[in-house]
């Protein structure tokens, strides 16, 4: 299948700084990717649909001036999470679309700890 | 109303035998169907897909469509012990949104 790629894949932030993280789609264009976040033993929250070269549709609840999408090539999305605090600990995983078979693979996922 | 729904389980089978995942959504224009494992701390991986009625198989695996019933299923034939995790159910209409269960745990005895 195709293949995805997220960085970094751990990162440990001191509370009030910001995180950026990066997804990939290696082998294929992805006009469209998907920002999740899921919780210990919880399930998958969809948090921002991004689209390339538009702003990204957030969901209701999300903050979109504190997680900043960006979408600016057919291989790259970010997500920066910004002034974080330990609320924001969480699994980030974005997912990346292959139009045509319509098929949706997703990254490794990113662990961030906010101390 | 959730648009797909999944029994959290846990479900649990003996090693060998046919595990049986069902997931079933609201939107009748919902056009493809996926299954996806995850192991716990990782993400999900995609196991098959489905658009049309009926049955496919894929190795040890089976996706059941039925549009008229709304309702789609996962076989896992001759469990294995490695096949224990949390599957997801997803469905799509446009192909722009996915629609994911809760997912439904899956622990194989050996």
């Known amino acids: 299948g195709a293949v995805v790629s997220q960085h970094p894949s751990w990162v440990i932030c001191k509370s009030g700084t910001s995180v950026k993280i990066e997804c990939r789609s290696l082998?294929?264009?992805?006009?469209?990717m998907f920002w999740y976040r899921q919780f210990p033993k919880q399930s998958l929250m969809l948090m921002a649909t991004?689209?390339?070269?538009?702003?990204?549709?957030?969901e209701q609840g999300v903050e979109k001036d504190k997680f900043l999408i960006n979408h600016a090539s057919l291989t790259l999305s970010t997500l920066t999470v910004t002034s974080a605090h330990p609320e924001d600990s969480s699994f980030y995983i974005c997912?990346?679309?292959?139009?045509?078979?319509?098929?949706?693979?997703f990254g490794e996922g990113s662990r961030l700890t906010v101390l | 109303q959730k648009e797909v729904e999944q029994n959290s389980g846990p479900l649990s089978v003996p090693e060998g035998a046919i595990a049986s995942l069902n997931c079933t959504y609201s939107d009748r224009g919902s056009q493809s169907f996926f299954w996806y494992r995850q192991y716990s701390g990782k993400s999900p991986e995609l196991i098959m897909f489905?658009?049309?009625?009926g049955d496919k198989e894929d190795g040890r695996f089976t996706a059941q469509l039925n549009k008229a019933s709304q309702y789609v299923s996962l076989l896992i034939r001759d469990s294995q012990p490695s096949d224990s995790a949390t599957y997801l159910c997803a469905a799509t209409n446009t192909g722009n949104q996915f629609y994911f269960g809760t997912g439904t745990s899956l622990t194989v005895i050996p």
């Open positions: 997912s990346a679309l292959v139009v045509g078979p319509g098929e949706l693979f």
């Open positions: 082998d294929f264009q992805a006009t469209t």
């Open positions: 489905i658009y049309s009625n």
């Open positions: 991004s689209n390339e070269g538009s702003k990204a549709t957030y």
